[in-house]
C-alpha cells in the first residue's frame, strides 16, 4: 500500500478476525449438532431441500460436522433424498480460491434450478 499507492497510514491492519472471547464450551471435543431442528423444518416443509458445502482443508467447521449431521437426519428417503453435499478444495472460505469459487457457482446454480423444477412439479406451478 505504501509502495505503490504512496498511501500512508498507522491504522493497524488485522490479519485475522477479531472474534473473542470466542467460546463454544457447551459443544468441546464434539460437533455442533443441528440434527433435530433441521429434520423438523424439512418435516413441517416438505419442499425444503438442503445443500451443505465443504471445504476439504476446514480445521474451524470440520467437514465431518457437517457430514455427521446430515446422515442422521434418518434413514426415511423422505428426507434423505432432499439433502445433498458437495466438496471443494480449500477451507470454510472455499470461495477464495479462483477454481473452488466457479464449481461453487456452478453447483448452487444447479441447486436451485433443480429444487425449483422439483417444487414446481409438486405444486403443478411453473
Known amino acids: 500500500m505504501r509502495d505503490t ?4 497510514s498507522d491504522l493497524s491492519y488485522p490479519t485475522r478476525g477479531n472474534v473473542r472471547p470466542w467460546s463454544w464450551d457447551e459443544f468441546e471435543n464434539q460437533y455442533m449438532d ?3 431442528e433441521l429434520r ?6 416438505p419442499h425444503l431441500q438442503v445443500l451443505g458445502v465443504a471445504g476439504y482443508y476446514d480445521l474451524a467447521t470440520p467437514v465431518g ?20 453435499i458437495t466438496y471443494y478444495e480449500g477451507g470454510h472460505m472455499m470461495y477464495i480460491r479462483p477454481s473452488a469459487h466457479a464449481q461453487l457457482k456452478e453447483d448452487i446454480a444447479r441447486f436451485i434450478r433443480e429444487a425449483s423444477r422439483s417444487g ?7
Do not use: P, Q
Open 65 to 84: 460436522g457437517l457430514e455427521y449431521n446430515l446422515r442422521h437426519l434418518g434413514y426415511d428417503e423422505t428426507f434423505t433424498r432432499r439433502v445433498s
Open 40 to 45: 423438523a423444518a424439512m418435516a413441517r416443509n
Open 5 to 8: 499507492l504512496n498511501w500512508k
Open 34 to 36: 443441528m440434527t433435530e
Open 120 to 126: 414446481a412439479a409438486k405444486t403443478g406451478t411453473r
